[in-house]
């Protein structure tokens, strides 16, 4: 069953109407349309934070939603348009890693070029080099919240995926390496490495977890070790640092009312490793 | 009659899905509610200005209407949350203080604990400990607009105030203490004081408002006067302060096409002191 | 045929609550309306912006949409405030420059001021002196919305214009001066200058461009070159200006991948001027 929604995410800001129009262009195509706003305060050009709030959205909407995304710094030279999905729900994104955690925690999604050239011809002498959000990907959404995927579905293709939103786990299963995908308002940290990661391990609470910088951080030397993992933010003092598995299901550094990303001094794809101590059995 | 509003007021921002999300989840349990949002740039936590925020709302909105407010530092805590309401309105909201002015404003506003089993058991295994907006508001915020208020009920309570919220007036009646609720986004400073409150003085004409910072102000000495009260911005010059009735009906320090938080140097919880000055009746 | 759409343009930020407020009043009205957002973060009081932001969203919106514009420094005082509109669609707007763009774009739209008596009737005692948008801009577009016309309109009226929203072309066609409109989201640097000036020009081609500042530029030598037009940001270099036709239609001034305003340190109302370079022809 169709819900006839469209949850759209950007770094289109909100001094501009850009997110506005469109709405407007959804609204001209489909009055009944329910348009939902995820955000559209993505830092300008930050592929890989729009697609960790994607994945956070992701499972909380109905069959049916279309998800449209617009962080788009390559709008107007050749890069291809991705429609896809699945379980009744449809991703339309530019093809420039915006998938990468949309795929990482659903395997079963399927992608295809979006065909743009219907699209094209109806904005005709208006079709704009820089704002495919109003002429190709907003009807695109429209057609595909009323069903009409085969004009829109060109050939399977794979994504292009992020490295930075993936995990390296060592082959002796010893340590886990990942980085910093997103700083969310409160300044929490949200790292690449999810609870099933941790999960693959026989022992994650004998784990030791540190902070590299994204620039040289290859001894350990200089690393910042962590607090260990916590379930609540009241397990720790006011202002005190604590990690803990956020409401994503990712490992993230945070302070109780307070701000990580200024206090510890942290960016997007800085480094975290986690380190599995082998502590001897007592029994 | 239900109108099947919710009202969403959080401290969320819009870098994160995390509004986005709620809707998701309301959406997905009631297609047809209508979701507005107040405002989710409440400053992180600032349990007082998403109280006068979400006062300055509830007279306008119609009934049947949801207020689901998320301003939650205690989140993952043992923090109770509130359901509550009076004249066909609801308001869900953590029990720290957020329905002071509400309840200061509206005395018949009656309050219970959120029975929180069943959306806890609905949530599962994905509740999560930091973002009970998405587990735990949302849900609630459902079933509140579609009547099922039994479930949801627990015992009355008497909700947390803030004393901030309040005006004391000495017993003499030649003075109001009060403080800043709240700054706005043009930089007016918006204070404790109402309407009421002056109408309690026979002669509101005849009233020196004085500015006070809330470290130490005992003495007279170290306090602004602040200009007299006037009606229109338009009464004084670009650029110049003056004190005026707000649109929420509290007393407000403004500077016509500036900020007056800037100019004055004002900050939420300053103290604000109005002394009424008795003038010889010369008839 | 009426969309029942409402467009709402503020600066009323997202601090507050006066962009919901104003849809709690419209949905108490009339509960079937759909509300869209703009922009409520249009730069306080800045007329111009919010004038080229409305002019940006116009053609994109189904007939029946109503435009309730609330950027209004002269709230409470005696300004007008215009209704008006064209080809079904609506514009509720204070009287004091915002109609510039739609006008100049549309030379088809009709203005009539805003008859509020019947409105001030009914906010009654509540009518406030600060905040219109809840007690006159609102209702009215409510009304405008369901087709009451006649309650709304008053006499025809010319709406003031800006200078600033139009270009002065040289009697001797070889040059155009204009302004900063708007500085967008990343940095864009909007001008006055649309497609259709230069294309009352025999050479597009043969254009170079001058930036000047707002202060004083009599002298080509106080001038920066701005390099010449191109058709996609992916004509330049990572960090490398460009002058493109933007996608509402006026020359723009960007940086790929960074901020125009930032990196070559432009201002709204700074001056822009355009010459035409007579080349002799070899054929």
Same mark, same amino acid.
């Given at each position: 069953? %169709?819900?006839?929604?469209?949850? !759209?995410?950007?770094?289109?800001?909100?001094?501009?109407?850009?997110?506005?129009?469109?709405? =407007?262009?959804? +609204?001209?195509?489909? *009055?009944?349309?329910?348009?939902?706003? !995820?955000?559209?305060?993505?830092?300008?050009?930050?592929?890989?934070?729009?697609?960790?709030?994607?994945?956070?959205?992701?499972?909380?909407?109905?069959?049916?939603?279309?998800?449209?995304?617009?962080?788009?710094? =390559?709008? =107007?030279?050749?890069?291809?348009?991705?429609?896809?999905?699945?379980?009744?729900?449809?991703?339309?994104?530019?093809?420039?890693?915006?998938?990468? !955690?949309?795929? /990482?925690?659903? /395997? #079963?999604?399927?992608?295809?070029?979006?065909?743009?050239?219907?699209?094209?011809?109806?904005?005709?002498? /208006?079709?704009?080099?820089?704002?495919? =959000?109003?002429?190709?990907?907003?009807?695109?959404?429209?057609?595909?919240?009323?069903?009409? +995927?085969? %004009?829109? %579905?060109?050939?399977?293709?794979?994504?292009?995926?992020?490295?930075?939103?993936?995990?390296?786990?060592?082959?002796?299963?010893?340590?886990?390496?990942?980085?910093?995908?997103?700083?969310?308002?409160?300044?929490?940290?949200?790292?690449?490495?999810?609870?099933?990661?941790?999960? !693959?391990?026989?022992?994650?609470?004998?784990?030791?977890?540190?902070?590299?910088?994204?620039?040289?951080?290859?001894?350990?030397?200089?690393?910042? /070790? &962590? *607090?260990? +993992?916590?379930?609540?933010?009241?397990?720790?003092?006011?202002?005190?640092? &604590?990690? &803990?598995?956020?409401?994503?299901?990712?490992?993230?550094?945070?302070?109780?009312?307070?701000?990580?990303?200024?206090?510890?001094?942290?960016?997007?794809?800085?480094?975290?490793? +986690?380190?599995?101590? #082998?502590? %001897?059995?007592?029994?």
């Amino acid at each position: 069953m %169709k819900a006839g929604i469209i949850a !759209l995410l950007t770094d289109f800001g909100t001094r501009d109407a850009y997110a506005g129009i469109m709405k =407007g262009v959804l +609204l001209s195509l489909n *009055p009944s349309l329910k348009l939902i706003d !995820l955000s559209h305060d993505i830092d300008c050009h930050n592929i890989l934070s729009a697609s960790y709030v994607l994945h956070t959205a992701w499972d909380y909407f109905p069959n049916g939603t279309v998800f449209c995304v617009v962080v788009d710094p =390559g709008v =107007g030279s050749g890069r291809s348009i991705l429609i896809g999905g699945a379980g009744g729900k449809i991703l339309i994104a530019p093809d420039n890693g915006i998938a990468s !955690l949309p795929v /990482r925690m659903h /395997r #079963e999604l399927k992608f295809y070029t979006l065909k743009t050239e219907y699209l094209e011809s109806k904005a005709k002498n /208006r079709l704009s080099s820089t704002f495919h =959000g109003r002429d190709i990907f907003a009807p695109a959404a429209a057609l595909a919240a009323g069903g009409k +995927l085969v %004009k829109l %579905k060109g050939a399977e293709i794979k994504p292009m995926l992020l490295k930075e939103a993936f995990t390296r786990i060592d082959k002796d299963r010893s340590s886990i390496n990942g980085s910093i995908l997103h700083i969310d308002r409160f300044g929490n940290c949200i790292t690449s490495v999810h609870r099933q990661d941790l999960n !693959l391990f026989h022992r994650p609470d004998g784990v030791e977890i540190y902070l590299g910088s994204a620039a040289a951080s290859a001894s350990h030397k200089q690393e910042k /070790r &962590l *607090p260990d +993992l916590k379930k609540h933010y009241s397990e720790v003092g006011l202002g005190k640092p &604590l990690t &803990l598995i956020g409401s994503a299901g990712f490992l993230e550094i945070a302070v109780r009312e307070g701000s990580a990303a200024v206090q510890l001094g942290i960016n997007v794809k800085d480094e975290v490793h +986690l380190h599995f101590i #082998e502590r %001897k059995r007592t029994s």
